[in-house]
């Protein structure tokens, strides 16, 4: 009886509204508040492939898929991310797996003070002291849960402090309690009479410490290890300048020993960056020192697990499938690592600029080890210098270069507009990679020197249609993980309206010298769009090898099969 109550008066008020149109029209749905949200779903059919190294999968099929909900009413936020793994995709961790409420949050936020409790995600400055954050591609996520406050006291003064621990996949992270303080200021802001000034300067500091109990019964750990970290930017005009120093007392953790004995050093950070722009030239020079500073809020913790911090990469992160297949990862123990830049765009109607222009981008960056000696408690070196090897297992000789290469990339691109209906780029790159170093000692020549040519060209057939070809040619005689050889490359992608398009592509490691393994990795992918929705069906073959993204690498399996991903937003 309560029901057909309930129904009737619903039914009375749905009847009274559209009856009194106007009254409908006026009713202010807002005030009770707003829902937002996404949702992704990636699926995958697996078929054996021996060829590729494709192993059979169990379950045939993979699924991720997750959604966030976000509610927001005034001054005050609140949400939820469901996530599901049944059974996660290949190449993710296996302790992803099964369903759950993985993030929640509550946020109360006014022009001062920003008070969020639950699941934050955070960053100090570059983040060299903190940086939690996700990358679904990765399935890299360590996010905090616990409690974070920003407050502003003065206009121009941003301060934060927060506590928590991290996320392990399904898990609260480790047992590794985070901590940390986060302050800057910008001086043209609150200084009045600075408002106006040609020169902007910030400074900023912070602090994170992370707790944890020394259960080692044949070492002396420390329980709480302090990142320090100050910083400035300056803004003159075309120039900017930025940089930050960071100071991590001795952590000793399992990922990082040398002669299998934990490494008892501080760690430090030195990040520089400057730039100059002004219309068509533009310069950017960087440069990172790092020397152990990796620091985990779990100091067992390995691989991608629990990094409190990060290490901003300066190589250039490439996109085009050949050049991906040597990425470069961060290597927080010990690098230095540089890049600079140059842009040109040559004027229009000039002699090299044609009709539309010709821009040009020169990048060069690479990495090499330390300037240290490494030593075991066998070596004079050890009572030379009055260090304990045992425990610290190196002695820095300078701030300089190591002799060590990690890594060296030369890339040249050239974009030109030839009409209103045809444009093109063409990228020369060249690559020097120490795979023993970078890839952990993964199968492959000791160092890999290898040129690549990609030729990239559009065509707008009309107004909502297009063709696109991409062209590449990788030349090397060397190993690069399980391929060996030139590989040649190709799409064609065509667009035949603004909801629709569909995509065929070759990989072939043509000049591998086992002609049984000179293998096509091929692949066909169509897709729809409408609004805020993207529905994307491919077939085809992925190649093994390490994936990136901005510097954090995971490795991928060989696979074959069906796909299948939809995103949405509301």
């Given at each position: 009886m ?26 202010d749905l807002?005030?009770?508040?707003e ?6 779903m990636?699926a995958q059919?697996?078929q ?17 898929g ?15 991310r ?11 961790d296996?302790?992803?797996?099964g369903?759950?409420l ?9 022009d ?11 960053q ?17 996520d360590n996010?905090?849960d616990?409690f974070r406050?920003?407050?502003?006291p003065?206009?121009?003064l ?5 506590i ?9 992270g480790g047992v ?32 994170v ?6 259960e080692d019964?044949?070492?002396v ?9 100050g910083r400035?930017?300056v ?12 100071y ?5 953790l ?12 501080p760690g ?18 960087g440069?990172?020192?790092i ?11 390995k691989?991608?697990?629990l ?5 901003p ?5 490439q ?17 230095i690592e ?10 229009k109607?000039?002699l ?8 040009i981008?020169?990048?060069?960056s ?10 075991n408690?066998?070596?004079?070196l050890?009572?030379n ?13 300078s701030?300089?270069?190591g002799h060590?290469?990690f890594f ?13 209906k ?5 990228i020369y ?8 170093v970078?890839?952990n ?22 107004s909502?249609s ?14 690069i993980g399980?391929?060996r050889g030139n590989?040649?490359?190709?799409i ?8 629709w ?14 002609t ?6 091929y ?5 729809y769009?409408?609004?805020?929705t993207?529905i994307?069906?491919?077939y ?8 990136c ?5 995971r490795q991928?399996?060989a696979?074959?099969g ?5 995103t949405?937003?509301?």
């Amino acid at each position: 009886m309560n029901t057909i109550k309930y129904l009737s008066r619903a039914f009375c008020i749905a009847a009274f509204l559209l009856l009194n149109k106007t009254n409908a029209q006026q009713l202010d749905l807002s005030k009770f508040g707003e829902v937002h949200g996404n949702v992704q779903m990636d699926a995958q059919y697996y078929q054996e492939d021996s060829l590729i190294g494709a192993l059979a999968v169990p379950e045939k099929m993979g699924f991720n898929g997750f959604a966030n909900v976000i509610y927001t009413k005034g001054n005050f936020t609140a949400g939820i991310r469901y996530e599901s793994y049944l059974a996660k995709l290949q190449g993710f961790d296996s302790r992803y797996n099964g369903n759950g409420l993985t993030y929640r949050f509550a946020q109360y936020k006014n022009d001062a003070l920003d008070v969020t409790i639950g699941n934050f995600y955070e960053q100090f400055g570059c983040g060299i002291t903190l940086r939690t954050y996700e990358e679904r591609n990765l399935g890299y996520d360590n996010m905090l849960d616990g409690f974070r406050v920003k407050y502003e006291p003065i206009k121009g003064l941003y301060l934060k402090a927060l506590i928590g621990k991290q996320r392990l996949y399904f898990t609260p992270g480790g047992v590794g309690l985070v901590r940390g303080f986060d302050g800057e200021l910008d001086i043209n802001q609150a200084i009045k009479k600075l408002n106006e000034a040609k020169v902007h300067v910030i400074v900023g500091g912070s602090f994170v410490s992370k707790f944890q109990k020394d259960e080692d019964p044949n070492l002396v750990l420390p329980e709480n290890v302090g990142n320090s970290a100050g910083r400035i930017r300056v803004n003159f005009g075309n120039f900017n300048f930025g940089g930050e120093y960071a100071y991590k007392i001795n952590d000793p953790l399992d990922s990082y020993q040398i002669n299998d004995k934990p490494v008892y050093k501080p760690g430090e950070a030195i990040i520089l960056n400057a730039s100059y722009a002004q219309k068509g030239f533009a310069v950017n020079l960087g440069l990172n020192r790092i020397e152990n500073m990796n620091f985990r809020s779990d100091r067992g913790a390995k691989l991608n697990d629990l990094f409190i911090n990060f290490i901003p990469p300066l190589c250039k992160q490439q996109t085009y499938a050949l050049l991906t297949i040597r990425p470069y990862a961060s290597q927080p123990n010990g690098e230095i690592e540089f890049t600079s830049q140059v842009d040109y765009k040559f004027k229009k109607e000039s002699l090299l600029g044609g009709k539309y222009g010709v821009d040009i981008s020169i990048n060069f960056s690479g990495a090499n080890a330390l300037d240290t000696t490494h030593f075991n408690t066998t070596d004079s070196l050890a009572d030379n210098f009055n260090v304990d090897s045992t425990l610290q297992g190196y002695r820095v000789n300078s701030y300089g270069m190591g002799h060590e290469k990690f890594f060296r990339d030369l890339y040249v691109e050239i974009s030109k507009k030839f009409s209103k209906k045809f444009k093109a780029t063409l990228i020369y790159d060249y690559q020097e990679y120490n795979y023993n170093v970078i890839n952990n000692g993964i199968s492959g020549d000791d160092f890999v020197y290898a040129h690549t040519v990609i030729l990239d060209a559009t065509m707008r057939l009309k107004s909502e249609s297009s063709l696109r070809v991409e062209l590449q040619h990788l030349y090397t005689d060397q190993v690069i993980g399980k391929q060996r050889g030139n590989w040649a490359s190709g799409i064609i992608e065509y667009t035949i309206s603004s909801q629709w398009f569909v995509a065929i592509q070759d990989q072939w490691n043509y000049g591998n010298d086992d002609t049984k393994k000179q293998l096509h990795y091929y692949g066909v992918n169509m897709g729809y769009i409408k609004n805020a929705t993207r529905i994307t069906l491919g077939y085809g073959r992925q190649r093994d090898g390490v994936f990136c993204v901005g510097g954090i690498c995971r490795q991928v399996p060989a696979s074959n099969g069906l796909s299948l991903s939809i995103t949405t937003s509301f």
